[in-house]
Structures are given as C-alpha cells and as structure tokens.
C-alpha cells in the first residue's frame, strides 16, 4: 500500500539546518508532483514547498524561500527538504505528501527551532 515515511527533524538552534527526508512505499513517485507541508501548534497545517514529479519545477511559500529547498530521487523514491537558517517560527511538525488519486501523507517529523 502507499506508505510515506518522513525523517530528519529534531532540535536545532535558529540559523541552522536540517534535511528532512521522506522515503515513499507502494508506488512510484516518478509520476507525481510531491510537496512539503508543516503544521505548528495551534495553527493549519501549510504547504511550504512542491516539486514537479521530473523535479524541473518547484514552488516555495515566501516565508521559506531562499532558504528551503525541495529536491528528489526517483530512482530511489526519496524526497528532501533542506531547510538552512531556521528560524523558530519554522517550528513545526513537517509532513510529506503525495497527490495520487487522493492525497497521502506521512506520519510528521517534528522540527523545533530554539535555544
């Protein structure tokens, strides 16, 4: 079954990085547009970041460019994120996402920014 597995989160301190890493099961992302989103307490959850499934084409939301980036490895069905100069309000569960015939996501990695 499709399956969707996200890690690399943790405690970082602001102006630091992280690679979040998603790992996808059941089906081949090749011919998928995948995308990054992240939920912080008390808030929606929010995309951050889309690449298309040739990963020429990607999208960033404007509290995250310049300093996120999505990428992608068909051949071994993994999606990053990396994300340099994290700040504390980029606190929040991160969940990786694929647009099948229905949405799928991942079980989240929390990301904490603080000292």
């Known amino acids: 079954q499709v399956q969707l597995v996200e890690s690399g989160g943790g405690l970082v301190q602001p102006g630091g990085s992280l690679r979040l890493r998603c790992a996808a099961s059941g089906f081949s992302i090749a011919r998928y547009t995948m995308s990054w989103h992240r939920q912080a307490p008390g808030k929606e959850r929010e995309i951050v970041a889309s690449?298309?499934?040739?990963?020429?084409?990607?999208a960033y939301e404007d509290p995250v460019k310049g300093r996120f980036t999505i990428s992608r490895d068909n051949r071994n069905n993994m999606v990053y994120l990396q994300m340099n100069n994290l700040k504390p309000e980029d606190t929040a569960v991160y969940y990786c996402?694929?647009?099948?015939?229905?949405?799928?996501w991942g079980q989240g990695t929390q990301v904490t920014v603080s000292w």
């Open positions: 690449i298309s499934n040739t990963g020429d084409v990607t």
């Open positions: 996402k694929a647009l099948l015939s229905r949405d799928y």
